[in-house]
């Protein structure tokens, strides 16, 4: 089993900038790819942006093309979420996930971080 948790959410204004962490704990080896993912209220859970841990590759929604970049360290089993520029439409709960390189779903997720972006 992998166990994920996620920090570094919180409140700020638009256009201003957050770090999310997410630290990944137990069977870490068998994770081939991490995401970020976040759900508004009202609204379906979205993705954000993926890195695969071995190689760092990375893939990103349009919407935050350009503003967040995710990063990983393997050594310390830590994946980052650095938001620049943020928006009132980015306020969602972001949610840290991974997956296996066997399986497209995302089997491991974390309890979430409140991000809330103020006009």
């Known amino acids: 089993q992998v166990q994920l948790a996620e920090s570094g959410g919180g409140l700020v204004q638009a256009g201003g900038s957050l770090r999310l962490s997410c630290a990944a704990s137990?069977?870490?080896?068998?994770?081939?790819?991490m995401g970020w993912f976040r759900q508004a209220p009202g609204k379906e859970r979205e993705f954000v942006a993926s890195?695969?841990?071995?190689?760092?590759?990375?893939s990103y929604a349009d919407s935050v093309k350009g503003r967040f970049t995710i990063s990983r360290d393997n050594a310390k089993n830590m994946v980052y979420l650095q938001m620049n520029s943020l928006k009132p439409e980015d306020t969602a709960v972001y949610y840290c996930a991974g997956r296996s390189a066997v399986s497209p779903k995302y089997a491991y997720w974390g309890q979430g971080t409140q991000v809330t972006v103020s006009s």
């Open positions: 890195i695969v841990t071995s190689e760092g590759s990375t």
């Open positions: 137990g069977r870490t080896f068998s994770i081939y790819r």
